[in-house]
């Protein structure tokens, strides 16, 4: 009996150290949490770009917190970089911030462990508002399991992405964890803001940061956008997602063409409803004058169009239509879209001269076959995707196997730029005058193939 006592005394020890533990966990304004899936060939910039959140310095008002899986049989760590030692040395890594987690290998290309990894914020570092950043290659809406298609957070050693529906129910899954929707979701990765992906998750998130466009090799300036947050940690979410996107452009300002944007969720249902109308005038349209078809494929030609041609501008494809249609449906269809568009897109940020027509949101409009998968996303409820059939006669396919240059093998083992779809070839190569080293990928800086 003595025995059980003091064991039960010992337990009840132990639950009262453990609550006042969690007790003092202080809940702080801010937690910006970046999840880098650094297993392929961008292992080494999640260092990097790590090194750059440092610069923001020691805080005792928000928190940056960091999930790294590397590449070439490098495990996954967490690091928790503004509770850091003052007097902190680098590690092993070339970081300096606090290694509060040695995870082994893990499988960053599948969303729950994402999830994972915002439970475990969750708990150990609370705040009011909390930002998320998705690092590494993407690619837009879509995903086929298997082949390198459209979707984010390539993980070389398990061969798996996450798609634009993972990213819904992974989105749902952390608000539950939060207790509130998610205040910002961003991701520094290659034309993820699309309609198609911001619609996707709009009921769990405030707002979404991403980039039309193919990001250059240096992502996102992690000093310039954690460093004002750490000086102002009161700033709102609507602020500091306006802020994302005007320090990507400085940092770019002058030098190279890019797009950043900052979508209101709760605006976008109101702006795929109005999608929506413009597809079914431009149908009727279509469908009483073939006048109206060859305007509408003319607007299509003169429209902003991204590294795949079948992600084109919308707001730029309202304006070249409006120029060309003769029918008043259509017309005042885009009218109400660009009213809605307008408040919808609350921050828009482009440099150079090959994005100028971005106007902060992308569509999937193909000229030749479309994509079966768009039937597994929310957005494919509305009329876009029949309006684009018929007026292209683009038919339906579905793939069935990797094309030759983007094969599962090469895919998996992160030997090859081409291994991503987010690339494009390099000039003077030996194919065509195409090439170079085996295709370059914009999120990072040109070098041979591993």
């Not at 150290?17 to 910006?32: H, L, R």
């Not at 297993?39 to 990097?48: A, H, T, Y």
Request: net charge negative.
């Amino acid at each position: 009996m003595k025995k059980l006592s003091l064991l039960l005394a010992i337990a009840l020890i132990a639950l009262f150290a453990n609550f006042s533990q969690a007790q003092q966990v202080e809940t702080k304004k801010w937690t910006f949490m970046v999840f880098i899936n650094g297993d392929n060939n961008l292992d080494r910039f999640g260092v990097l770009d790590i090194q750059e959140m440092e610069k923001a310095g020691i805080s005792k008002d928000i928190n940056i917190v960091v999930e790294i899986d590397r590449g070439y049989g490098k495990p996954a760590r967490r690091y928790d970089v503004t509770g850091r030692a003052a007097d902190a040395k680098a590690d092993d890594w070339g970081i300096c911030a606090k290694n509060v987690g040695d995870l082994g290998e893990i499988d960053s290309g599948d969303y729950k462990e994402v999830v994972n990894y915002v439970n475990w914020v969750k708990q150990n570092y609370p705040a009011e508002n909390y930002a998320l950043v998705l690092w590494n290659h993407g690619a837009g809406w879509k995903k086929k399991a298997n082949e390198v298609l459209k979707g984010v957070c390539y993980d070389d050693q398990s061969g798996h992405h996450i798609s634009t529906k993972d990213l819904g129910v992974m989105t749902a899954t952390i608000q539950g964890i939060l207790g509130k929707r998610l205040d910002i979701l961003a991701f520094d990765a290659c034309l993820m803001q699309m309609i198609e992906v911001s619609y996707e998750i709009r009921e769990n998130v405030k707002y979404m940061v991403a980039s039309e466009e193919t990001e250059p090799g240096d992502g996102w300036p992690y000093e310039l956008v954690c460093s004002p947050l750490a000086k102002n940690p009161a700033m709102t979410a609507e602020e500091f997602a306006r802020l994302i996107t005007q320090a990507y452009a400085q940092s770019y300002n002058g030098k190279k063409s890019t797009t950043q944007s900052t979508v209101d969720c709760d605006k976008l249902e109101d702006l795929a409803v109005s999608i929506d109308a413009l597809a079914q005038a431009i149908m009727g349209a279509c469908a009483a004058n073939t006048a109206e078809v060859t305007a509408v494929k003319n607007a299509l030609a003169a429209t902003q169009k991204y590294a795949y041609a079948d992600n084109i501008d919308l707001g730029h494809f309202a304006q070249m239509l409006a120029q060309v249609t003769k029918d008043e449906k259509v017309k005042e269809a885009i009218n109400n879209l660009t009213m809605v568009y307008g408040k919808a897109v609350i921050e828009n940020q482009i440099t150079g001269t090959s994005t100028k027509y971005s106007t902060g949101t992308a569509i999937y409009f193909p000229k030749s076959s479309f994509n079966a998968a768009y039937d597994t996303i929310k957005f494919s409820k509305f009329s876009w995707d029949e309006m684009v059939k018929a007026v292209t006669g683009a038919k339906t396919f579905t793939e069935s196997a990797a094309p030759a240059s983007q094969s599962t093998s090469s895919a998996n083992s992160g030997s090859s730029y081409d291994s991503y779809p987010d690339v494009y070839p390099m000039p003077g190569g030996p194919f065509g005058g195409f090439g170079g080293f085996g295709g370059i990928h914009p999120h990072i800086p040109p070098m041979p193939a591993f």
